[in-house]
Nanobody, 124 residues
Framework: HVQLVESGGGSVKAGESLTLSCAAY????????MAWFRQAPGEEREGIAA???????QYVVSVKDRFTISRDSAKNRIYLQVNSLNPEDTAMYYC??????????????????WGPGTQVTVSS
């Protein structure tokens, strides 16, 4: 079992940056693959960045130039650096984890463990 807790969200203005953090709490020695998703009001949940146990990353094309996912395995944390935020980035951001890495790891069915989310609100 893995417990995930996100932090770092907030209300910012367009053009500003945030760093989201996700702490993973687990008694398992297995290194999990992890990802960030987001869900805007009235929209489906969208996978935006994933990182496997070796540090290999995947991004959705729409954020690849602005968002960076990274991990600190010693601290069991992943991060999402989000730059040049715009109002369309307003959403609840979720961290997810699983032991299995899939060819497409940006779909929510690839993950069994989810955090409660952290809200990001961007004003123009």
């Amino acid at each position: 079992h893995v417990q995930l807790v996100e932090s770092g969200g907030g209300s910012v203005k367009a053009g500003e940056s945030l760093t989201l953090s996700c702490a993973a709490y687990t008694s398992s020695s297995a290194r999990h693959h992890m990802a960030w998703f987001r869900q805007a009001p009235g929209e489906e949940r969208e996978g935006i960045a994933a990182i496997d146990s070796t540090g290999y990353t995947q991004y959705v094309v729409s954020v690849k130039d602005r968002f960076t996912i990274s991990r600190d395995s010693a601290k069991n944390r992943i991060y999402l650096q989000v730059n040049s935020l715009n109002p369309e980035d307003t959403a609840m951001y979720y961290c997810a984890a699983d032991k299995t890495w899939y060819t497409n790891s940006l779909i929510d069915t690839a993950y069994n463990y989810w955090g409660p989310g952290t809200q990001v609100t961007v004003s123009s």
